[in-house]
């Protein structure tokens, strides 16, 4: 067995292993972090596959901007542990039959469709990179697909912003940054002029005592 | 190389070798980073108008090590109900973000750790997995204010991973490759060919400064530490942290310093290029020299900054990053790719 499987049953395995973390994990944070360490040990795997623009964009969408959001929601939740085990006898039958029927479809896809031996078909030896052969073939072949899952992904785009902001929100507060920036000094800070206000010493003094002595 | 082939077979001599190159690499890194710290409390001492650290040998030459070893015989707390696991692991990510980008990096056109056809997708991808380190030190901490300063320093990295990626993609246009080495090659090619005009400096000037701007936010170095603002939240995400863990915070942090100043150098200032003509004799010759120099200054800079600068306000750094930055990163690029295929092209 030469080097190059080995790692990859050193991969499979940790992401084996780390898929089902995430479903069994007690600590939400934990079973983030497990989903994150399989996005990464799948990354591993495709860059084995000399896929190297596709494994690096995996780890840069997925584990550098999705997840790291995901578990930042995750963290910001305070998760009651025990009310999210409450009714798991209850949905257990039903869990297990959509897991069955998934598991069945996955196993018709593999069956059905020969073993894919080269995924990308890429010459590993070749000095062109593998984003620019992407790039040819998604700006050319596949333009209008493109465009329309780019016009798909702005329109997501918008309905969020859309949904999150109510301008009509009464009690939202907004910086006006043209103001802060056009304050100056008058604006900001008076010079007030008063007369010297000026008390006897000793009856200060006094006074100060007698609060003393009552304590 | 080939003498290890011979005693250990293919495969173990290719272990071997690159595990001996890596040691090669990360050890200089390792001492540049110390002295980093020396140069930074020098330098800021100057600007205060104090003197520095000069106590522990000649000028104080000495005192990374001090430092180091009065970290490793600190005693390594934890606090009560922190997740161990995640606590002891966080420092770790950090500094294992911070050093495998320079697996990548080119010092000049021989040397180099590996030379790979994505090398700039590889430095993003990595460096971004750096935030993880931050945000779970906050979180396995298990105390408000690390998890808060974890926060902010997650949204702001976000925030600016963003505008980066993006004066990023203008380079990429320009040199048309994502390899580190076509990257200052082609800084040399073009109309202006030779001269300082040629690199990416002065077309993407607008580019340069977003990229250098959102390098200092990425590392969190002031003016941009709200993640640690002292005065608020103690010392933000390793406020629980003592010891080694601690140390390797700090690497990775100067580390962090080094590798972004690397990158500025080479895909805006032309990496080992010399500024003079070629006929100058030495002085025109590219050597890593230019490139070592290079980095120094933006170090400098990075210094200079801190010394300079109050610190940000929270959502003055998140107008920043998204309503000033992404905006000109945006319409730069579309500028850019009208240039390039103008008459005015200098790229050709």
Redesign the interface.
């Known amino acids: 067995m030469d080097i190059v499987s080995v790692l990859f049953y050193v991969f499979a395995a940790i992401l084996l292993f780390s898929g089902f973390r995430v479903i069994t994990a007690k600590n939400p944070v934990h079973a983030a972090l497990f989903l994150v360490l399989a996005f990464v040990t799948s990354a591993c795997l495709w860059m084995m596959l000399n896929v190297e623009f596709l494994a690096l964009t995996l780890i840069l969408v997925y584990v550098g901007a999705v997840m790291v959001l995901f578990l930042f929601v995750v963290m910001m939740l305070d998760v009651d542990l025990e009310s999210l085990r409450k009714g798991f006898w209850k949905n257990m039958p039903l869990a297990l039959v959509l897991g069955v029927v998934v598991l069945l479809e996955m196993l018709l896809v593999i069956v059905k469709n020969p073993v894919v031996t080269s995924v990308a078909n890429v010459d590993p030896e070749s000095k062109i990179s593998n984003a620019n052969k992407l790039g040819w073939v998604l700006y050319t072949q596949y333009s209008y697909p493109v465009e329309l899952a780019s016009m798909i992904l702005l329109l997501g785009l918008v309905v969020a912003v859309a949904l999150t902001l109510r301008k009509t929100d009464k009690q939202a507060k907004y910086q006006n940054i043209a103001a802060q920036v056009a304050v100056d000094s008058k604006t900001r800070f008076t010079m007030v002029k008063m007369a010297a206000e000026v008390e006897e010493i000793s009856s200060a003094e006094n006074k100060q005592e007698t609060a003393g002595d009552k304590q | 190389m080939e003498f290890l082939q011979h005693y250990l077979g293919h ?1 173990l001599a ?2 071997i070798w690159h595990l001996i190159k890596a040691v090669l690499t990360i050890v200089p890194l390792t001492l540049s980073v110390a002295y980093l710290t020396l140069a930074e409390r020098r330098i800021l001492a100057f600007m205060h108008a104090r003197i520095g650290a000069n106590r522990v040998g000649p000028f104080g030459l000495f005192q990374p090590f001090a430092d180091l070893f009065k970290f490793v015989f600190k005693e390594i707390i934890v606090p009560y109900k922190a ?1 161990r696991g ?1 606590f002891y692991f966080s420092p770790i990510i950090i500094l294992f973000c911070a050093l495998s980008c320079w697996a990548v990096i080119p010092f000049n056109p021989e040397l180099y750790f590996t030379d ?3 090398g700039l ?2 430095v ?3 460096s ?2 750096g ?2 380190g931050i ?2 030190a906050g ?1 396995a901490g298990n105390s408000k204010y690390s ?1 808060l300063g974890g ?1 902010r320093a ?1 949204a702001q990295m ?1 925030s600016y ?1 963003l505008a980066m990626g993006f004066a990023l993609i203008a380079v990429i246009m320009v040199s048309g ?3 580190f080495i076509d990257i200052v090659n082609s800084q040399a090619y073009g109309k202006f060919a030779g001269s300082i005009f040629s690199w990416n400096l002065i077309p993407l000037f607008p580019m340069f400064l977003v990229y250098l701007i959102s390098g200092v936010a990425e590392t969190n170095r002031a003016p941009f530490d709200v993640c640690e603002g002292e005065s608020e939240i103690v010392a933000g995400f390793h406020v629980e942290y003592s010891g080694t863990p601690f140390a390797l915070f700090m690497l990775a942090e100067y580390a962090n310093m080094f590798l972004v100043s690397t990158l500025t150098a080479i895909m805006f200032l032309g990496g080992w290029l010399s500024p003079f003509p070629r006929n100058w004799g030495i002085l025109g010759h590219e050597s890593m020299a230019w490139l070592v120099i290079k980095v120094l200054i933006l170090l400098f800079g990075f210094i200079w900054y801190r010394a300079t600068f109050p610190r940000y306000r929270y ?1 003055q750094i998140m ?1 920043l990053g998204w309503k000033i930055f992404l905006p000109i990163t945006l319409v730069w690029i579309f500028v850019i790719a009208v240039w390039m295929v103008s008459p005015f092209t200098i790229w050709k």
Do not use: P
Request: proline share 0%.
């Open positions: 495969d290719f272990a997740s995640v790979v056809n994505a997708l590889y993003i991808a990595v971004s997995l935030v993880y945000i779970l979180w998890f926060v997650t976000i991973e490759s994502l390899n959502d107008r």
